[in-house]
C-alpha cells in the first residue's frame, strides 16, 4: 500500500503566480488534512476535507487560499498571487476515518521568488 | 483540546534508553495522548496513542501515570535515525473531526 503521495516535491513561483500542491491520500482513505509549516516553526493546520465536502477551514487563511478533494483525483491546495510569506513546506495527511493515526506526506516545499 | 508542555530539547546516547516527558494537566477524561514525531524535512509520523493504559508497540512505549496529568514516550534503544523532533499532543479523537493541534515538541539529539 502506497504512502500518502504529493506532488511536486518542490515548488518555485514567482510573487503574483498560482500555485497549485497536490495530495493522493492513501488507499481507502477518505479524509485528508492539510497542514503548513513555515521556516523554523511549528506545524499549523489548515483545512480537513472528506470527499467532495470541507469540514474545518478554521486554519485556512481567508484570501487567496482553497482546497478542494474531488470525488475522482487528489487533493488540491490551491494558492492564488503568491506572496513570499508563503513560502513553507505543505503537508498533506490522509486517514479512512474512525480511526487515531494520520498518515503523513513528504511535503511540498514552496519558494516565493 | 488540553495544552501540553515538553522540554524544548534532549540528547540521549546511542543505544540508550531515550525518555521523553510529556505534562497534560489539564487532560480531559475523553482526550487522548498522542505521540508523532518529525524527522528533519520529513512529513510528521504516528507513533503511538494510549488513553489511561501504558502502550506498547514496534516502535515504542507510552507510560502514562495513573492520574493522567503526564505521560512518558520511551524509545528502548535509541539510534542516530531517532534524532527528531517529538510531539506530544492530548485531544479528542472523535471519528469525523480529528485534526491534530501540534505543539513546538521536544528536539530528540541522539549521540554516537
Known amino acids: 500500500n502506497a504512502g500518502v503521495m504529493q506532488n511536486p516535491r518542490h515548488l518555485v513561483r514567482r510573487r503574483g503566480q498560482e500555485a497549485r500542491l497536490r495530495c493522493s491520500p492513501m488507499k481507502g482513505h477518505s479524509h485528508v488534512y492539510w497542514y503548513r509549516q513555515l521556516p523554523e516553526e511549528g506545524l499549523k493546520f489548515m483545512v480537513y476535507?472528506?470527499?467532495?465536502?470541507?469540514?474545518?477551514e478554521s486554519g485556512m487563511p481567508k484570501e487567496r487560499f482553497s482546497a478542494e478533494f474531488p470525488k475522482e483525483g487528489p487533493s488540491i491546495l490551491r494558492i492564488q498571487q503568491v506572496v513570499r510569506g508563503d513560502s513553507a513546506a505543505y503537508f498533506c495527511?490522509?486517514?479512512?476515518?474512525?480511526?487515531?493515526?494520520?498518515?503523513f506526506g513528504p511535503g511540498t516545499r514552496l519558494t516565493v521568488t | 483540546d488540553a495544552k501540553t508542555t515538553q522540554p524544548p530539547s534532549m540528547d540521549c546516547a546511542e543505544g540508550r534508553a531515550a525518555n521523553l516527558p510529556c505534562n497534560h494537566s489539564?487532560?480531559?477524561?475523553?482526550?487522548?495522548v498522542y505521540w508523532y514525531r518529525q524527522i528533519h524535512s520529513q512529513g510528521p509520523q504516528y507513533i503511538i496513542h494510549?488513553?489511561?493504559n501504558n502502550e506498547t508497540n514496534e516502535m515504542a512505549s507510552l507510560i502514562i501515570t495513573e492520574d493522567r496529568k503526564s505521560s512518558t514516550l520511551i524509545l528502548p534503544h535509541a539510534t542516530l535515525r531517532d534524532t527528531a523532533v517529538y510531539y506530544c499532543?492530548?485531544?479528542?479523537?472523535?471519528?469525523?473531526?480529528?485534526?491534530?493541534?501540534f505543539g513546538p515538541g521536544t528536539s530528540l539529539s541522539v549521540i554516537p
Open positions: 489539564t487532560i480531559s477524561g475523553n482526550e487522548y
Open positions: 499532543i492530548v485531544r479528542v479523537a472523535r471519528t469525523s473531526y480529528d485534526k491534530v493541534i
Open positions: 494510549g488513553l489511561k
Open positions: 476535507l472528506q470527499k467532495e465536502n470541507i469540514i474545518d
Open positions: 495527511a490522509s486517514s479512512p476515518g474512525g480511526v487515531h493515526e494520520q498518515y
